[in-house]
Protein backbone atom coordinates (compact mmCIF):
# COMPACT_ATOMS: atom_id res chain seq x y z
CA UNK A 1 0.00 0.00 0.00
CA UNK A 2 1.39 3.43 -1.59
CA UNK A 3 -0.28 6.65 0.45
CA UNK A 4 1.44 10.01 -0.84
CA UNK A 5 0.70 13.42 -0.05
CA UNK A 6 3.26 15.65 -1.62
CA UNK A 7 3.98 19.68 -1.47
CA UNK A 8 7.17 20.78 -2.80
CA UNK A 9 8.14 24.41 -4.53
CA UNK A 10 11.07 24.39 -7.24
CA UNK A 11 11.58 28.13 -8.12
CA UNK A 12 8.50 28.78 -10.17
CA UNK A 13 7.43 25.12 -10.11
CA UNK A 14 4.95 24.06 -7.53
CA UNK A 15 4.86 20.06 -6.93
CA UNK A 16 1.35 19.54 -5.03
CA UNK A 17 0.24 16.15 -5.90
CA UNK A 18 -2.04 13.37 -4.01
CA UNK A 19 -2.95 9.68 -5.19
CA UNK A 20 -2.78 6.37 -3.27
CA UNK A 21 -1.93 2.86 -4.59
CA UNK A 22 -2.94 -0.58 -3.38
CA UNK A 23 -0.33 -3.71 -4.37
CA UNK A 24 -0.83 -3.15 -8.39
CA UNK A 25 0.85 -1.66 -10.95
CA UNK A 26 0.20 2.40 -10.75
CA UNK A 27 0.91 4.60 -13.87
CA UNK A 28 2.47 8.22 -13.28
CA UNK A 29 1.58 9.57 -16.61
CA UNK A 30 1.69 12.85 -18.21
CA UNK A 31 4.51 15.70 -20.29
CA UNK A 32 7.30 16.91 -19.55
CA UNK A 33 8.42 18.67 -16.64
CA UNK A 34 4.95 17.89 -14.68
CA UNK A 35 6.54 16.46 -11.85
CA UNK A 36 6.79 12.94 -12.08
CA UNK A 37 10.54 12.30 -11.07
CA UNK A 38 10.34 15.22 -8.17
CA UNK A 39 7.20 12.33 -7.08
CA UNK A 40 9.24 9.61 -7.38
CA UNK A 41 12.60 11.08 -5.42
CA UNK A 42 10.62 12.15 -2.65
CA UNK A 43 9.08 9.10 -2.54
CA UNK A 44 12.61 7.07 -2.65
CA UNK A 45 13.90 10.26 0.07
CA UNK A 46 16.10 11.49 -1.88
CA UNK A 47 14.33 14.76 -2.02
CA UNK A 48 12.49 15.74 0.74
CA UNK A 49 9.11 17.55 0.60
CA UNK A 50 7.87 21.06 2.16
CA UNK A 51 4.83 19.74 3.53
CA UNK A 52 2.81 15.90 2.95
CA UNK A 53 2.73 12.51 3.85
CA UNK A 54 4.25 9.10 2.08
CA UNK A 55 2.88 5.69 3.83
CA UNK A 56 4.21 2.61 2.58
CA UNK A 57 2.61 -0.81 3.41
CA UNK A 58 1.43 0.99 6.68
CA UNK A 59 4.58 2.71 7.62
CA UNK A 60 5.10 6.70 7.44
CA UNK A 61 8.25 7.08 6.10
CA UNK A 62 7.76 10.97 5.83
CA UNK A 63 4.98 13.14 7.48
CA UNK A 64 6.07 16.91 8.14
CA UNK A 65 3.51 17.07 10.65
CA UNK A 66 4.98 14.76 12.76
CA UNK A 67 8.48 15.35 11.75
CA UNK A 68 8.95 11.77 10.39
CA UNK A 69 11.73 11.88 7.65
CA UNK A 70 13.36 8.33 7.54
CA UNK A 71 16.45 7.91 5.09
CA UNK A 72 16.55 6.42 1.56
CA UNK A 73 18.53 3.34 2.77
CA UNK A 74 15.69 1.78 5.60
CA UNK A 75 12.72 2.92 3.53
CA UNK A 76 12.86 -0.41 1.32
CA UNK A 77 12.32 1.11 -1.30
CA UNK A 78 13.27 -0.18 -4.73
CA UNK A 79 14.02 3.28 -6.78
CA UNK A 80 15.03 3.08 -10.96
CA UNK A 81 16.24 6.13 -12.42
CA UNK A 82 15.43 7.26 -15.54
CA UNK A 83 19.25 6.27 -16.75
CA UNK A 84 19.71 3.07 -14.60
CA UNK A 85 22.75 4.88 -12.78
CA UNK A 86 24.49 1.05 -12.64
CA UNK A 87 28.12 1.62 -10.86
CA UNK A 88 30.32 1.37 -13.86
CA UNK A 89 33.32 -0.10 -12.11
CA UNK A 90 30.96 -3.22 -10.46
CA UNK A 91 30.01 -5.98 -12.45
CA UNK A 92 26.49 -7.21 -12.78
CA UNK A 93 26.65 -9.41 -9.54
CA UNK A 94 28.11 -6.80 -7.68
CA UNK A 95 25.56 -4.37 -9.47
CA UNK A 96 22.75 -6.13 -8.12
CA UNK A 97 24.09 -7.57 -4.55
CA UNK A 98 25.26 -3.32 -3.95
CA UNK A 99 22.35 -2.98 -1.49
CA UNK A 100 22.80 -6.11 0.19
CA UNK A 101 26.29 -4.88 2.25
CA UNK A 102 24.45 -6.23 5.61
CA UNK A 103 23.79 -9.43 4.73
CA UNK A 104 25.25 -12.54 5.43
CA UNK A 105 27.38 -13.83 2.15
CA UNK A 106 24.86 -16.83 1.57
CA UNK A 107 22.11 -15.45 1.64
CA UNK A 108 23.34 -12.56 -0.33
CA UNK A 109 24.68 -14.89 -2.99
CA UNK A 110 21.31 -16.88 -3.15
CA UNK A 111 19.31 -13.81 -4.04
CA UNK A 112 21.80 -12.66 -6.36
CA UNK A 113 21.55 -15.53 -8.41
CA UNK A 114 17.91 -15.79 -8.21
CA UNK A 115 17.53 -12.49 -9.83
CA UNK A 116 20.64 -13.52 -12.48
CA UNK A 117 18.05 -16.20 -13.66
CA UNK A 118 15.21 -13.85 -13.94
CA UNK A 119 16.20 -11.63 -15.56
CA UNK A 120 18.12 -13.88 -18.24
CA UNK A 121 21.65 -12.32 -17.03
CA UNK A 122 23.19 -15.94 -16.51
CA UNK A 123 26.41 -16.13 -18.57
CA UNK A 124 26.81 -12.25 -18.06
CA UNK A 125 27.69 -11.82 -14.63
CA UNK A 126 31.25 -11.01 -14.63
CA UNK A 127 30.66 -8.33 -17.29
CA UNK A 128 30.67 -4.56 -16.75
CA UNK A 129 28.09 -1.77 -17.39
CA UNK A 130 29.80 -0.96 -20.63
CA UNK A 131 29.90 -4.45 -22.05
CA UNK A 132 26.46 -4.86 -21.49
CA UNK A 133 23.43 -3.92 -24.12
CA UNK A 134 20.81 -1.45 -23.27
CA UNK A 135 18.61 -3.94 -22.30
CA UNK A 136 20.93 -5.88 -20.08
CA UNK A 137 21.57 -3.33 -18.28
CA UNK A 138 17.98 -2.31 -18.15
CA UNK A 139 17.57 -5.75 -16.44
CA UNK A 140 20.54 -5.21 -14.29
CA UNK A 141 19.20 -1.96 -12.36
CA UNK A 142 15.64 -3.70 -12.08
CA UNK A 143 17.10 -6.96 -10.50
CA UNK A 144 19.21 -4.74 -8.06
CA UNK A 145 16.43 -2.73 -7.07
CA UNK A 146 14.47 -5.99 -6.74
CA UNK A 147 17.19 -7.36 -4.34
CA UNK A 148 16.57 -5.14 -1.40
CA UNK A 149 13.13 -6.88 -1.16
CA UNK A 150 11.50 -3.61 -1.55
CA UNK A 151 7.90 -2.97 -0.61
CA UNK A 152 7.38 -0.31 -3.59
CA UNK A 153 9.68 -0.25 -6.82
CA UNK A 154 9.87 3.09 -8.68
CA UNK A 155 10.42 2.88 -12.28
CA UNK A 156 11.56 6.20 -13.98
CA UNK A 157 11.07 6.08 -18.02
CA UNK A 158 12.16 2.38 -17.57
CA UNK A 159 11.89 2.07 -21.73
CA UNK A 160 12.73 5.51 -22.64
CA UNK A 161 16.37 4.15 -23.88
CA UNK A 162 14.88 0.58 -25.48
CA UNK A 163 14.31 0.17 -28.63
CA UNK A 164 10.76 -0.55 -29.92
CA UNK A 165 10.76 -4.25 -29.58
CA UNK A 166 12.89 -4.43 -26.55
CA UNK A 167 10.43 -2.64 -25.08
CA UNK A 168 7.53 -5.08 -25.27
CA UNK A 169 9.58 -7.58 -24.10
CA UNK A 170 10.44 -5.58 -20.54
CA UNK A 171 6.70 -4.40 -20.19
CA UNK A 172 5.84 -8.12 -20.43
CA UNK A 173 8.93 -8.73 -17.67
CA UNK A 174 7.81 -5.98 -15.59
CA UNK A 175 4.06 -7.44 -15.21
CA UNK A 176 5.60 -10.22 -14.44
CA UNK A 177 7.63 -9.40 -11.33
CA UNK A 178 4.71 -7.39 -10.77
CA UNK A 179 2.51 -10.75 -10.65
CA UNK A 180 5.60 -12.75 -9.33
CA UNK A 181 6.24 -10.70 -6.14
CA UNK A 182 3.08 -8.59 -5.58
CA UNK A 183 4.88 -6.07 -5.17
CA UNK A 184 3.48 -2.38 -5.86
CA UNK A 185 4.73 -0.89 -8.60
CA UNK A 186 4.97 2.89 -9.66
CA UNK A 187 6.10 3.88 -13.13
CA UNK A 188 6.85 7.17 -14.63
CA UNK A 189 5.88 7.37 -18.17
CA UNK A 190 5.00 9.89 -20.91
CA UNK A 191 4.67 7.17 -23.61
CA UNK A 192 0.30 6.62 -24.36
CA UNK A 193 1.68 2.59 -25.32
CA UNK A 194 3.21 2.18 -21.53
CA UNK A 195 -0.01 3.02 -20.05
CA UNK A 196 -2.17 1.32 -22.06
CA UNK A 197 -0.37 -1.92 -21.54
CA UNK A 198 0.50 -1.55 -18.13
CA UNK A 199 -1.44 0.75 -16.27
CA UNK A 200 -3.89 -0.83 -13.92
CA UNK A 201 -4.19 2.74 -12.01
CA UNK A 202 -3.49 5.61 -13.93
CA UNK A 203 -2.46 8.84 -11.93
CA UNK A 204 -2.48 12.08 -14.92
CA UNK A 205 -0.04 14.73 -14.16
CA UNK A 206 0.20 18.08 -15.60
CA UNK A 207 2.03 21.56 -14.20
CA UNK A 208 2.95 19.80 -11.05
CA UNK A 209 -0.83 18.44 -10.51
CA UNK A 210 -2.83 15.42 -10.22
CA UNK A 211 -5.31 15.94 -12.78
CA UNK A 212 -6.95 12.87 -12.93
CA UNK A 213 -6.58 9.20 -11.67
CA UNK A 214 -8.41 5.94 -12.19
CA UNK A 215 -8.42 2.76 -13.90
CA UNK A 216 -6.82 2.77 -17.45
CA UNK A 217 -10.34 2.54 -19.38
CA UNK A 218 -11.68 5.47 -16.64
CA UNK A 219 -8.95 7.71 -18.22
CA UNK A 220 -8.83 6.58 -21.73
CA UNK A 221 -12.31 6.52 -22.32
CA UNK A 222 -13.59 9.20 -19.76
CA UNK A 223 -11.36 11.39 -19.65
CA UNK A 224 -12.74 14.07 -17.29
CA UNK A 225 -11.50 17.08 -19.07
CA UNK A 226 -9.94 18.60 -22.22
CA UNK A 227 -6.63 18.46 -20.86
CA UNK A 228 -6.66 15.08 -19.67
CA UNK A 229 -8.76 14.28 -23.10
CA UNK A 230 -5.78 15.66 -25.29
CA UNK A 231 -2.74 14.05 -23.00
CA UNK A 232 -4.31 10.64 -23.20
CA UNK A 233 -4.77 11.11 -27.66
CA UNK A 234 -8.54 10.97 -27.99
CA UNK A 235 -7.86 13.00 -30.66
CA UNK A 236 -11.46 13.72 -31.80
CA UNK A 237 -12.45 16.37 -29.27
CA UNK A 238 -15.51 17.68 -31.10
CA UNK A 239 -17.15 21.43 -29.73
CA UNK A 240 -20.56 20.67 -29.89
CA UNK A 241 -23.83 22.21 -28.41
CA UNK A 242 -26.57 19.78 -26.46
CA UNK A 243 -29.22 20.69 -29.04
CA UNK A 244 -32.14 18.44 -26.77
CA UNK A 245 -32.48 16.58 -23.44
CA UNK A 246 -34.58 13.44 -23.48
CA UNK A 247 -34.44 11.25 -20.99
CA UNK A 248 -32.50 7.89 -22.85
CA UNK A 249 -30.41 10.56 -25.46
CA UNK A 250 -28.89 13.81 -25.02
CA UNK A 251 -29.33 15.10 -28.51
CA UNK A 252 -26.00 16.77 -29.43
CA UNK A 253 -25.75 19.55 -32.38
CA UNK A 254 -22.19 19.76 -34.23
CA UNK A 255 -20.84 21.00 -37.81
CA UNK A 256 -24.93 20.98 -38.76
CA UNK A 257 -25.30 17.51 -38.24
CA UNK A 258 -27.48 16.08 -34.92
CA UNK A 259 -25.59 13.46 -32.71
CA UNK A 260 -27.19 11.15 -30.11
CA UNK A 261 -24.84 10.82 -27.24
CA UNK A 262 -25.87 9.11 -23.54
CA UNK A 263 -27.71 10.51 -21.58
CA UNK A 264 -25.60 13.23 -19.14
CA UNK A 265 -27.22 15.93 -17.12
CA UNK A 266 -26.34 19.18 -19.11
CA UNK A 267 -28.75 21.44 -19.97
CA UNK A 268 -30.17 22.71 -23.45
CA UNK A 269 -27.79 25.00 -24.80
CA UNK A 270 -24.46 24.04 -23.28
CA UNK A 271 -21.44 24.19 -24.48
CA UNK A 272 -19.57 20.43 -24.88
CA UNK A 273 -17.17 18.23 -26.15
CA UNK A 274 -17.95 15.54 -28.08
CA UNK A 275 -15.22 12.97 -27.93
CA UNK A 276 -14.27 9.87 -29.51
CA UNK A 277 -11.11 7.99 -30.04
CA UNK A 278 -9.70 6.95 -33.75
CA UNK A 279 -9.76 3.59 -33.11
CA UNK A 280 -13.91 3.62 -32.44
CA UNK A 281 -15.29 5.36 -35.56
CA UNK A 282 -17.06 2.34 -37.53
CA UNK A 283 -16.76 2.25 -41.16
CA UNK A 284 -19.77 1.27 -42.54
CA UNK A 285 -20.21 -0.39 -46.04
CA UNK A 286 -23.16 1.42 -47.66
CA UNK A 287 -24.83 -2.11 -48.95
CA UNK A 288 -24.95 -2.96 -45.03
CA UNK A 289 -26.66 -0.36 -44.36
CA UNK A 290 -30.00 -2.25 -43.28
CA UNK A 291 -28.54 -5.28 -41.34
CA UNK A 292 -29.23 -3.41 -38.23
CA UNK A 293 -30.34 -0.20 -36.28
CA UNK A 294 -27.82 2.71 -37.04
CA UNK A 295 -27.06 5.88 -35.67
CA UNK A 296 -24.92 8.93 -35.96
CA UNK A 297 -24.39 7.92 -39.55
CA UNK A 298 -21.98 10.45 -41.64
CA UNK A 299 -21.17 11.00 -44.93
CA UNK A 300 -17.11 12.09 -45.28
CA UNK A 301 -14.13 12.75 -47.85
CA UNK A 302 -11.36 11.24 -47.17
CA UNK A 303 -8.72 14.13 -47.10
CA UNK A 304 -5.41 12.83 -45.62
CA UNK A 305 -3.63 9.40 -44.69
CA UNK A 306 -1.14 8.38 -42.78
CA UNK A 307 0.44 5.11 -43.05
CA UNK A 308 2.12 3.71 -39.50
CA UNK A 309 3.23 -0.01 -39.87
CA UNK A 310 -0.07 -1.89 -39.31
CA UNK A 311 -2.12 0.76 -38.97
CA UNK A 312 -3.81 3.69 -40.90
CA UNK A 313 -5.13 6.68 -40.19
CA UNK A 314 -7.19 8.77 -42.13
CA UNK A 315 -8.68 12.36 -41.73
CA UNK A 316 -11.72 12.67 -42.92
CA UNK A 317 -14.15 16.09 -43.67
CA UNK A 318 -17.76 15.64 -43.03
CA UNK A 319 -20.37 16.53 -45.76
CA UNK A 320 -20.81 20.25 -44.77
CA UNK A 321 -18.14 20.75 -42.65
CA UNK A 322 -15.94 24.34 -43.08
CA UNK A 323 -12.95 22.43 -41.47
CA UNK A 324 -9.59 20.89 -43.04
CA UNK A 325 -11.00 17.85 -41.66
CA UNK A 326 -13.21 17.00 -38.35
CA UNK A 327 -12.11 13.36 -37.68
CA UNK A 328 -9.52 11.17 -37.41
CA UNK A 329 -10.21 6.99 -37.88
CA UNK A 330 -7.22 4.79 -37.36
CA UNK A 331 -7.83 1.25 -38.50
CA UNK A 332 -5.44 -1.71 -39.33
CA UNK A 333 -4.06 -1.90 -42.34
CA UNK A 334 -5.80 -5.49 -43.31
CA UNK A 335 -8.81 -3.61 -42.73
CA UNK A 336 -7.98 -0.61 -44.82
CA UNK A 337 -7.21 -3.36 -48.12
CA UNK A 338 -9.73 -5.66 -47.54
CA UNK A 339 -12.43 -2.73 -47.90
CA UNK A 340 -10.33 -1.42 -50.73
CA UNK A 341 -10.24 2.02 -49.48
CA UNK A 342 -7.10 2.86 -51.61
CA UNK A 343 -9.73 3.15 -54.37
CA UNK A 344 -12.22 5.32 -52.39
CA UNK A 345 -12.76 8.76 -51.88
CA UNK A 346 -16.07 8.87 -49.59
CA UNK A 347 -16.70 7.00 -46.35
CA UNK A 348 -19.81 6.71 -44.62
CA UNK A 349 -18.96 6.41 -40.43
CA UNK A 350 -21.01 5.44 -37.61
CA UNK A 351 -20.52 6.97 -34.61
CA UNK A 352 -21.76 4.80 -31.75
CA UNK A 353 -23.37 5.97 -29.12
CA UNK A 354 -22.00 4.04 -26.60
CA UNK A 355 -18.14 5.14 -27.65
CA UNK A 356 -19.05 8.81 -27.66
CA UNK A 357 -17.76 10.75 -24.22
CA UNK A 358 -18.97 14.25 -23.91
CA UNK A 359 -17.14 16.46 -21.19
CA UNK A 360 -17.82 20.16 -20.35
CA UNK A 361 -16.07 22.84 -22.18
CA UNK A 362 -16.06 26.37 -21.01
CA UNK A 363 -15.94 28.68 -23.50
CA UNK A 364 -14.64 31.46 -21.58
CA UNK A 365 -11.05 29.84 -21.43
CA UNK A 366 -10.80 28.05 -25.01
CA UNK A 367 -8.84 29.89 -27.23
CA UNK A 368 -10.48 31.37 -30.50
CA UNK A 369 -13.11 28.94 -30.96
CA UNK A 370 -16.53 29.78 -32.29
CA UNK A 371 -19.86 28.25 -31.66
CA UNK A 372 -21.55 25.87 -33.45
P1 LIG B 1 9.09 15.16 -15.14
O1 LIG B 1 9.80 14.00 -14.53
O2 LIG B 1 7.61 15.07 -15.06
O3 LIG B 1 9.55 15.41 -16.55
P2 LIG B 1 10.44 16.64 -13.08
O4 LIG B 1 9.83 16.03 -11.87
O5 LIG B 1 11.83 16.15 -13.41
O6 LIG B 1 9.48 16.49 -14.33
O7 LIG B 1 10.57 18.21 -12.92
C1 LIG B 1 9.43 19.03 -12.72
C2 LIG B 1 9.85 20.48 -12.67
O8 LIG B 1 10.58 20.72 -11.49
C3 LIG B 1 10.76 20.90 -13.79
O9 LIG B 1 10.03 21.42 -14.87
C4 LIG B 1 11.62 21.97 -13.17
O10 LIG B 1 10.95 23.22 -13.32
C5 LIG B 1 11.61 21.63 -11.72
N1 LIG B 1 12.89 21.01 -11.27
C6 LIG B 1 13.20 19.72 -11.31
N2 LIG B 1 14.41 19.48 -10.80
C7 LIG B 1 14.89 20.67 -10.41
C8 LIG B 1 16.10 21.12 -9.80
N3 LIG B 1 17.07 20.29 -9.46
N4 LIG B 1 16.21 22.43 -9.57
C9 LIG B 1 15.24 23.31 -9.88
N5 LIG B 1 14.09 22.95 -10.46
C10 LIG B 1 13.90 21.67 -10.72
MG1 LIG C 1 11.31 12.81 -15.41
Given at each position: MLDVTIQKRFGGFHLDVAFAAEHELVVLFG?????KSLTLQAIAGTLRPEAGRIIIDGQTVYDSEKHIDLP????RVGYVPQHY??????TTSENIG???????RDERNRRVAELVEVFALRGLEHRRPRELSGGQQQRVALARALAVQPRVLLLD??????DVLLRGVLRQELAQVQKRWGITMLLVTHDLADVFTLGQHVVVYDKGRVIQQGTREEVFF????LRVAELVGTRNILPAVVAQVEEHTLWLSWQGHRIAAPPRPFARGSPVYLCIRPTQIMIVRPDRLAERKRENLLWCTIVGKQIQTETYTLHLRVD??????DLELTLPAYVYHRLS?????RLLVELRRQDLHIIPRDIHTEPGSAEQ
Open positions: PSGSGPQVRALFPHLFGLKGIPEPFAALHPATHSGNAYLERQE
